[in-house]
């Protein structure tokens, strides 16, 4: 009995290549997909790769076949995400592709954006390219988490990260939370933080720590951009002299009317960098988080980081919106006065309310252990 096998090594090969040079652009291409591509000629060798380096600038499969130039016809393509078909700040992608003249075209998984949706895939196969879909799809699923999540869910994938010593606290009773985590976990995190679209704290933060939020690792190919910053100050108690107030770097702060009211008395109002907007509270006068997420999407951010108290980070965990969990766990007690992890906003009365999350990876981070938890689902 014969098995019919759809996919080569070698096309696993060009594939996992395709979706390393999309990786380079993680960092950078937000709002757009991380894409990576690789162009093989007749004979089946390599000819051009690229991979999308920033929103506005030309997509992976432009970059590989100005490498190409013309030896890509008759060839393969292998490209991490299906070429787009609509007219954004760039040319449709697959008038390239169709222009260049491949014989075929392996997609790792079709763009999930309404406006493309398998029209890119269909535009192939109507020029009678022959077209194959899946080849490492999850990884390209993964790799595009947040992409994926605003076109499919409408809001961005979000990851609360946390420090915190073996019993669960995230910082003594006065707030000190320097440092409960070395430096090479302090160090993992400027890489969350540099594919964050948004970086969102409480004012209790910025209260004790004065951050600034922003990537410092100078390794990380920001290509010059930096995550938005995001507080949550629903009494308006930012101060004037905070960093996220003074530096270059964008801030948005969510506030309530009255908040608005007593940051504008002292001066704080929307200015170059700094946008200050309304969000609705609770009955307690938390801020709604589910809101800042809408917001967050129509800001077009794919991801974010949410580095807070346990209050505002119980916020999210209760509110169902918490994708996944970053936990730096360093081996240390620090006892039940020290401030927990968590804060949810109401007692739970059973354990079936638990808030359920499945380990994904769990790894040595200099003398600490990084612990990715995801949600279940149901």
């Known amino acids: 009995m014969t098995i019919s096998v759809p996919y080569s090594v070698a096309d696993h090969t060009h594939m996992a290549r395709a979706l390393e040079l999309a990786a380079r652009g993680l960092y950078s291409t937000a709002p757009n997909p991380a894409v990576g591509c690789v162009v093989l000629d007749a004979a089946g ?24 130039q013309g ?11 299906e070429p787009c078909s609509h007219v954004g700040r760039t040319p449709p992608c697959v008038d390239a592709v169709v222009k260049a003249g491949p014989r075929r075209v392996v997609v790792a998984m079709e763009d999930p954006n309404p406006r493309v949706a398998g029209g890119g895939v269909r535009r192939l196969r109507e020029a009678g390219i022959e077209v194959q879909v899946g080849l490492l799809g999850a990884q390209a699923a993964e790799l595009n988490r947040g992409f994926v999540s605003r076109m499919t869910r409408g809001r961005p994938w979000v990851t609360v990260k946390l420090g915190a010593s073996l019993d669960g606290r995230t910082a003594l009773a006065d707030g000190s939370s320097k440092w409960i985590t070395g430096p090479a976990a302090r160090a993992d995190v400027q890489r969350l933080r ?3 679209s948004a970086v969102l704290t409480g004012i209790g933060t910025v209260l004790a720590d004065d951050p600034s939020l922003t990537v410092r690792d100078a390794t990380l190919d920001l290509r010059g951009r930096q995550p938005l910053r995001v507080i949550f100050d629903a009494r308006g108690q930012l101060p004037p002299r905070a960093r996220v107030v003074n530096d270059e770097h964008d801030t ?8 608005a009211a007593h940051l504008q008395a002292h001066g704080i109002r929307s ?19 589910a809101a800042a997420v809408g917001r967050l999407a129509e800001r077009q951010c794919n991801e974010v980081l949410v580095e807070s108290g346990p209050r505002l980070a119980g916020s999210f965990v209760a509110a169902g919106l918490a994708d996944e969990l970053v936990v730096y766990l360093a081996p240390t007690v620090m006892g039940a006065t020290a401030r927990p992890a968590f804060e949810l906003p ?30 279940e689902e149901g």
């Open 45 to 68: 060798t390599t000819v051009g790769d690229g991979w999308h380096q920033r929103a506005g600038e030309p997509h992976a499969e432009v970059l590989a076949f100005g490498q190409s």
């Open 271 to 289: 200015q170059s960098h700094l946008e200050l907007e309304l969000l609705p509270v609770d009955a307690d006068g938390r801020l709604d988080p």
């Open 194 to 196: 540099a594919r964050a």
């Open 252 to 259: 948005l702060l969510l506030t309530s009317k009255a908040g």
């Open 71 to 81: 030896r890509e016809r008759g060839g393969t393509v292998y490209v991490t995400l």
């Open 346 to 375: 109401q007692a739970l009365r059973s354990l079936d309310e638990r808030a359920r999350f499945a380990y994904r990876d769990v790894r040595a981070v200099g003398g600490d252990l990084r612990l990715t938890l995801r949600a």
